[in-house]
């Protein structure tokens, strides 16, 4: 038995049984696979299509939008830190520069 997945805007169809529960709240019906690590690129995938089941969790929708939402806070304050750490290595070398003149 196969069924289709998304992964990252592609569709492949995989081998297996779709789940039929949310691993969240237990809600029946419409389950997605949300995805909580992109491991590969989209032509990995296409070459091997059960490659978009790995790192997976299946989810009702609600629950699906709610973990999208907190993996792109996750994402975003990942490039925050990076960003303020940039940020205040400039203002260290800024102020070494200052003081050495």
Not at 9 to 31: D, L
Request: glycine residues 2%.
């Amino acid at each position: 038995m196969t069924f289709q997945i998304c992964y990252r805007k592609i569709r492949v169809q995989v081998e297996g049984t779709r789940p039929t529960r949310c691993a969240a709240c237990a809600a029946q019906g419409r389950i997605e696979m949300h995805h909580w690590k992109y491991a590969y690129t989209t032509e990995q995938v296409r070459k091997n299509p059960q490659l978009a089941l790995e790192n997976t969790i299946p989810f009702c929708y609600q629950c699906h939008k709610l973990a999208d939402a907190i993996r792109n806070l996750m994402r975003d304050r990942f490039r925050f830190n990076q960003v303020m750490v940039a940020l205040s290595y400039a203002a260290i070398q800024k102020r070494k520069g200052e003081l050495n003149v």
